[in-house]
């Protein structure tokens, strides 16, 4: 039977990108101008959103992450999308940075601890 502290902990999560995602398409709209501007940052959360996985890997998960997000998926957005960095991008990447933070120490606390 699955845990109600895993449960609770997905449904926690489902919430915490719904959020950030609505907020940062608001933000989007207005930095970008457009509404494709606010289109393109849902698109690097939800790909940012992806790459937090990697951050399970224990010990160089987070390592893992941050060189997916800068060496492969920041180019090819920017390059496709035709968005420069600005504070907005900034903060996205360093918010989930700091949750494949967590998740890393996580897994890794665990894998040490067997």
Request: glycine letters at 8%; charged letters at 5%; aromatic letters at 14%.
């Given at each position: 039977?699955?845990?109600?502290?895993?449960?609770?902990?997905?449904?926690?999560m489902m919430v915490?990108?719904?959020?950030?995602?609505?907020?940062?398409?608001?933000?989007?709209?207005?930095?970008?101008?457009?509404?494709?501007?606010?289109?393109?940052?849902?698109?690097?959360?939800?790909?940012?959103?992806?790459?937090?996985?990697?951050?399970?890997?224990?010990?160089?998960?987070?390592?893992?992450?941050?060189?997916?997000?800068?060496?492969?998926?920041?180019?090819?957005?920017?390059?496709?999308?035709?968005?420069?960095?600005?504070?907005?991008?900034?903060?996205?990447?360093?918010?989930?940075?700091?949750?494949?933070?967590?998740?890393?120490?996580?897994?890794?606390?665990?894998?040490?601890?067997?």
């Open positions: 039977m699955v845990d109600d502290e895993i449960i609770f902990t997905s449904i926690a915490f990108s719904a959020v950030i995602n609505a907020i940062a398409f608001a933000l989007g709209w207005f930095v970008y101008g457009s509404i494709e501007g606010g289109l393109i940052i849902i698109l690097l959360c939800a790909i940012y959103g992806t790459l937090t996985v990697l951050a399970i890997i224990p010990i160089i998960g987070l390592f893992a992450q941050l060189y997916a997000i800068l060496f492969i998926a920041w180019p090819a957005i920017s390059g496709s999308a035709m968005i420069e960095a600005s504070w907005l991008t900034t903060l996205i990447f360093v918010i989930y940075m700091l949750s494949g933070l967590v998740i890393t120490a996580t897994t890794t606390s665990r894998f040490l601890k067997e």
